[in-house]
């Protein structure tokens, strides 16, 4: 069976200090993988998606970026944090192919930028 | 491109009863509609979906309808519990697109 891990869980970090969330899959081979970010009460911004090593397609305009280095893994970064950065990030992925694609969401980490 | 709008934004029902959320969508060419639950601090979950060749599908309590003539599905929960309570996000799809185009999210409250 699938599963999707991401770390930390939970996350405090200063005002310009950089970041780094990680996502691995297990169980499924090049799967569509996805970070959103979702603000405390709101709904689910999708910020990256990719379809395959190297390949990432960004959404919005913002100081994040994301890199995937090996076929399950997707990171996310940044140089220097915003407080507006502050937020629950969700890693998910779904089968390659795009279509009927249900979304598998990992357990999320709760980032505060103070 | 596609946008998927939702509402209400909070609903409020007695134990016991039934609460349905809508949403509408604007690209004809959607056909895959999912409905995902997030429990509070928790990651969303899919509840149910519905393809475009379908009207209507139904799991125990929870039933999605689809009306593609007008653009809209619905989630609807009978016999509410407290453990319904969550927020519930929709979304679209396009065949061709990797991506899911999401609802604003409904605040479900069940009142005991």
């Known amino acids: 069976s699938q599963t999707i891990h991401q770390w930390p869980a939970t996350l405090v970090q200063p005002v310009g200090s950089p970041l780094s969330l990680e996502c691995t899959v297990e169980g499924t081979s090049n799967p569509n993988l996805y970070w959103y970010r979702q603000a405390a009460g709101r709904g689910l911004q999708l910020l990256f998606y990719?379809?395959?090593?190297?390949?990432i397609s960004s959404e919005v305009p913002q100081n994040l970026s994301a890199s995937r280095p090996q076929d399950r893994q997707f990171i996310l970064s940044s140089k220097k944090l915003l407080l507006s950065d502050s937020g629950f990030y969700l890693c998910?992925?779904?089968?390659?192919?795009?279509?009927?694609?249900?979304?598998?969401f990992g357990p999320g980490t709760r980032l505060t930028v103070l | 491109g596609e946008n998927v709008e939702q509402h209400p934004s909070t609903l409020s029902v007695q134990e016991g009863d039934s609460a349905v959320i809508k949403c509408t969508y604007s690209?004809?060419?959607?056909?895959?509609f999912p409905w995902y639950k997030q429990e509070l601090g928790k990651r969303p979950q899919l509840i149910i979906d519905i393809r475009s060749n379908v009207g209507e599908k139904k799991d125990q309590r929870i039933a999605v309808t689809l009306n593609k003539t007008a653009k809209h599905f619905s989630l609807h929960i009978t016999e509410t519990q407290p453990e319904d309570s969550a927020v519930y996000f929709c979304?679209?799809?396009?065949?061709?697109?990797?991506?899911?185009?999401w609802g604003a999210g409904t605040k479900l409250i069940i009142k005991p």
């Open positions: 990719s379809v395959g090593i190297g390949q």
């Open positions: 979304a679209g799809n396009m065949d061709s697109n990797y991506q899911l185009i």
């Open positions: 998910a992925w779904s089968i390659q192919g795009g279509g009927y694609n249900e979304q598998f």
């Open positions: 690209d004809s060419a959607s056909n895959y």
